[in-house]
């Protein structure tokens, strides 16, 4: 809607800040010459969007809005519902990005930082016991670089993988691509891990980013088997 657009504009010209209010209707009335309904429509698509937030009682009105990670990411997630995303699809991507976010990050987390992600860690330290155990042990494997994106500097970067790690926990689950534990898979997956913690602890840049594509590389193998195994026996059904 043009209307809501040129408010977005005008938010974006003044250097306004979530939080910060908005004027009242009257004012965009007149600010945008256009009339009491297409202001409270522009408005109410501006909210629906999560950039325009309004409370009501005293102090309340309209105030610039903060669009969360959390919402963004449903909101994307949204566009790709009816679309056939592959397992192949997701690790092209993570494949191009996760090793440079590696690289980018090798000597520059701090000691809280590596220590949360070696609490991850602690969630599949030991192989898993049967196929539920497997699946649990794969989400939280995927938090772990999920969290590993949050520290990165590049907010697109980190955003997106967070993103392709958070689809592929969605269809992870959905399609049940968890399969009877292998100890020897569990085992590389872990040591790429432990030898990724090193390098990110000692500043190695081109280790990191040589670990992570390795570990891309197998993980792809590793999920597109078992997309087919699943795909295989839904077919027999």
Do not use: C
């Amino acid at each position: 809607m043009r209307v809501a657009e040129a408010i977005k504009d005008w938010v974006v010209k003044r250097g306004l800040q979530p939080g910060d209010r908005l004027p009242g209707e009257a004012e965009l009335i007149a600010r945008f010459g256009m009339s009491k309904g297409t202001i409270r429509e522009a408005m109410r698509l501006l909210q629906a969007q999560g950039l325009i937030e309004t409370k009501t009682g005293p102090g309340g009105g309209s105030f610039v809005g903060e669009v969360s990670r959390d919402r963004a990411s449903a909101l994307l997630a949204n566009y790709f519902y009816f679309r056939d995303v592959t397992v192949a699809d997701i690790y092209q991507v993570r494949i191009a990005l996760e090793p440079e976010l590696a690289a980018s990050l090798a000597g520059r987390l701090s000691a809280e930082q590596l220590a949360e992600l070696e609490e991850i860690m602690q969630d599949y330290a030991g192989p898993a016991a049967d196929a539920e155990e497997e699946r649990r042990q794969h989400v939280a494997s995927l938090r772990f670089h999920a969290r590993l994106s949050d520290f990165g500097q590049n907010a697109l970067l980190g955003f997106f993988i967070g993103f392709m790690a958070q689809i592929l926990t969605d269809l992870t689950v959905y399609k049940k691509l968890y399969a009877t534990p292998n100890e020897d898979l569990w085992r590389q997956g872990r040591d790429h891990q432990l030898d990724l913690m090193r390098a990110l602890r000692d500043g190695d840049a081109e280790a990191a980013r040589r670990i992570m594509k390795s570990h891309m590389e197998m993980a792809k193998t590793r999920m597109e088997a078992q997309e087919a195994e699943v795909m295989k026996g839904f077919i027999a059904e």
